[in-house]
């Protein structure tokens, strides 16, 4: 059997102050989307005989109505070509008490051939020559250990088990999120053909059967060096191997020695190391500057870097003082972000009538210049 495995796809998911002018979306969240449903496309034309979320398929609880139409469509493209989609909740997406409708229970009246495990306890399904055994996110850490002992492996089928939490190998590298439980290293049992975890964003093998497939998208500058993508996992031979799935790029754009330079010439630098590397449009970049001082004042020109803060969806700026090499994002001037124009542009797409939209519009322009006014004046 071959089957591939992918997780924390966090759909719904909404960051930085940039909207798509077509949609209103905010437009981190609509890439997204969009690269979620290529991803589907591209593990269809691989055949894989089964795909496997290992947790996080949305971002929060209670999806946002796009994030569930975007899994809906993924389903009906799965259904059509014949893969059944295996998938467990995670620490994002399970609810909290035993008392709350799941976003799950929605998807289960999808007709596509769909299991889906989220109700707190440990689930197994035969599909083909495999046995799936799911644990997904549970209330409590020490739930895993019960649910683990009511594992009943297969003599007949390849055992595959499918659960969601931080492996006690990778403890340090914790994501300090909420519901986060550790996976004691007992569970990850070489008695499994294939182990598919999800929850630890960074694509990487834990132990001989055991796999992160990582999130597709970088969801955070601390991934900046993580793989992404998915893993396509054949049981009949043991291998595994990486995957390569649509995602918005994140890049590096190293670090800049700001002793003895202007704070103009930081701005240039920024500026070129943008234009050399060749930045897809609506990409995320970070930066750094090391030993920014009070010599240069608030540090690069927002207003000169208005134009590179254009082409990417994010560019963020971090210092990193000389004594201490801890590096932390720079406050910038509200003025590198034209929050009036975002505003104008969001509620030009509402449906309302012209006289509301007229002062909703007038109001709100008033008030966002006095916010930003008094934000200018504090920062002097």
């Known amino acids: 059997m071959k089957l591939i495995h992918v997780a924390d796809t966090h759909l719904g998911l909404s960051q930085f102050n940039r909207l798509d002018p077509e949609s209103g979306l905010n437009l981190r969240e609509k890439q997204i989307y969009e690269?979620?449903?290529?991803?589907?496309?591209?593990?269809?034309?691989?055949?894989?005989?089964?795909?496997?979320?290992?947790?996080?398929?949305f971002d929060q609880v209670k999806p946002k109505t796009r994030a569930y139409t975007t899994v809906l469509e993924s389903l009906e493209r799965l259904h059509s070509a014949g893969i059944p989609l295996v998938v467990i909740a995670g620490n994002h997406s399970m609810v909290k008490t035993r008392y709350t409708t799941s976003p799950f229970e929605v998807l289960a009246y999808h007709p596509g051939d769909i299991v889906a495990a989220y109700s707190f306890c440990y689930e197994k399904r035969e599909i083909g020559d495999c046995m799936f055994h799911l644990i997904p996110n549970m209330l409590r850490a020490e739930d895993y250990r019960s649910a683990y002992d009511a594992v009943d492996l297969s003599n007949n089928h390849h055992n595959v088990l499918v659960t969601h939490g931080l492996?006690?190998?990778?403890?340090?590298?914790?994501?300090?999120?909420?519901?986060?439980?550790?996976?004691?290293?007992?569970?990850?049992?070489d008695s499994f053909d294939y182990i598919a975890l999800g929850h630890y964003h960074c694509q990487s093998?834990?132990?001989?059967?055991?796999?992160?497939?990582?999130?597709?998208?970088?969801?955070?500058?601390?991934e900046i060096s993580d793989s992404k993508g998915g893993l396509l996992v054949s049981l009949g031979s043991s291998t595994v191997t990486r995957f390569p799935l649509p995602h918005t790029p994140m890049f590096d754009l190293g670090t800049i020695p700001c002793e003895g330079v202007t704070a103009g010439e930081i701005t240039g630098e920024i500026i070129t190391r943008v234009e050399k590397r060749d930045i897809p449009l609506f990409s995320m970049a970070q930066i750094t500057l090391e030993g920014l001082s009070r010599e240069h004042g608030k540090g690069p020109d927002t207003q000169e870097l208005i134009p590179v803060?254009?082409?990417?969806?994010?560019?963020?700026?971090r210092v990193r003082a000389s004594d201490t090499g801890q590096a932390v994002p720079l406050q910038q001037d509200v003025r590198s972000v034209d929050y009036l124009k975002e505003f104008s542009s969001f509620?030009?797409?509402?449906?309302?009538?012209?006289?509301?939209?007229?002062?909703?519009?007038?109001?709100?322009?008033?008030?966002?210049?006095?916010?930003?006014?008094?934000?200018?004046?504090e920062a002097e």
Not at 35 to 57: E, M, T
Not at 167 to 186: F, G, P, Y
Not at 309 to 317: S, T, Y
């Open 309 to 317: 803060r254009e082409r990417l969806l994010d560019l963020k700026i």
């Open 167 to 189: 492996a006690t190998q990778v403890r340090d590298l914790r994501l300090a999120t909420v519901a986060e439980h550790e996976l004691d290293s007992t569970i990850l049992s």
């Open 35 to 57: 690269n979620f449903l290529s991803s589907i496309d591209r593990i269809i034309a691989a055949k894989p005989d089964v795909l496997v979320h290992a947790g996080d398929l």
């Open 347 to 377: 509620l030009e797409k509402q449906q309302i009538p012209a006289v509301q939209k007229e002062y909703v519009g007038r109001c709100g322009l008033k008030v966002l210049g006095l916010v930003m006014e008094r934000h200018r004046e």
């Open 205 to 222: 093998q834990i132990t001989g059967n055991a796999w992160y497939s990582g999130s597709i998208e970088y969801l955070t500058y601390g």
